[in-house]
């Protein structure tokens, strides 16, 4: 007997404004009540205190999830100096107190300490596994989290306000992996003062952006009307950076059904590597994504029509 697959088959990203207070899982919980879709993903958690950009993958985009959580991204966040917590947000109990206070020169003359590859350690609350168990759950038990530190990367922080001398504004553009609580802790600690983030919010991940998300609320309207394709962004959106090679039809046939073509490297758009991931397009639609190796494609991900 034939299972009746469940859900509407829709592909695209759909880019969610998330308000704070929610988990990125119940986000996509609640996109796929919505919108009725068979499948769905998101492209980098958020942190429940977090707002911004959080992509959602319906359908085929799913298959191109790793490569938005691999993506650049950009955040605004404030930190508030002269206390640690547990969760390196405002969300925790407060650890340890200071009456210290940096002054503006004081922070900027830090910033240049944490741009670039550094060493992190993420925070005890974090999604990090730890012999296969999160490391929230361990925090939350009580028990000690041992996480070590690991490289990651900061191209830009920038200090943009002081509201007070107990705030602080800043935007920070970072590589996969980067915790912004860690580095307000870190911060904090460099600085004399402690410290930890009171608000967050992701201003872009690789090409989505905040500007083109859309709320939460917006998308039961937008739904209710069927006007859902007009907010889907291309699955190949997320794959902007990545070298494109055209095909005709019949190699895209081919490597639909999981078989290799020979292709000269020199017909990619783009800079290649040997070994290196190329998306493969058939009249401008995602056909697979491939591995170019001795003048020969194969399909590592294929993308029905």
């Not at 859309?214 to 997320?238: G, K, N």
Request: with cysteine.
């Amino acid at each position: 007997m034939n299972r009746k697959r469940r859900g509407k088959r829709i592909n695209g990203w759909l880019i969610i404004d998330k308000p704070a207070g929610m988990t990125s899982t119940a986000v996509v919980n609640r996109v796929k009540r919505l919108t009725d879709a068979a499948k769905a993903g998101h492209g980098g958690t958020l942190d429940p205190l977090a707002t911004g950009v959080l992509p959602i993958a319906l359908g085929e985009a799913t298959k191109t999830v790793m490569y938005v959580m691999d993506a650049a991204k950009r955040y605004r966040f404030t930190v508030r100096f002269g206390a640690s917590t547990t969760t390196d947000d405002s969300e925790g109990e407060i650890l340890e107190t200071s009456d210290q206070r940096p002054s503006d020169a004081e922070i900027e003359a830090l910033l240049p300490a944490f741009t670039g590859t550094i060493l992190q350690r993420p925070p005890d609350f974090a999604a990090v596994k730890i012999a296969g168990e999160r490391a929230y759950d361990i925090a939350r038990r009580g028990d000690v989290v041992d996480l070590p530190e690991r490289e990651v990367r900061f191209d830009e922080i920038v200090l943009i306000e002081r509201s007070d001398a107990d705030h602080a504004v800043f935007e920070a553009a970072c590589g996969k992996g980067a915790y912004i609580r860690a580095l307000a802790r870190d911060m904090g600690e460099k600085l004399g003062c402690l410290g930890h983030v009171t608000a967050l919010r992701r201003l872009a991940v690789g090409p989505f952006t905040a500007e083109a998300a859309v709320a939460l609320d917006a998308l039961v309207e937008i739904t209710e009307h069927d006007s859902l394709p007009q907010v889907l962004v291309s699955v190949s959106t997320a794959l902007a950076d990545i070298p494109a090679l055209a095909v005709t039809e019949p190699q895209a046939a081919r490597l639909r059904s999981g078989h290799p073509i020979r292709i000269s490297p020199r017909l990619v758009m783009g800079e290649t590597v040997e070994g290196g991931t190329i998306k493969v397009l058939n009249d401008g639609g995602l056909v697979a994504l491939g591995r170019l190796q001795d003048g020969e494609l194969a399909p590592l991900r294929v993308f029905t029509a």
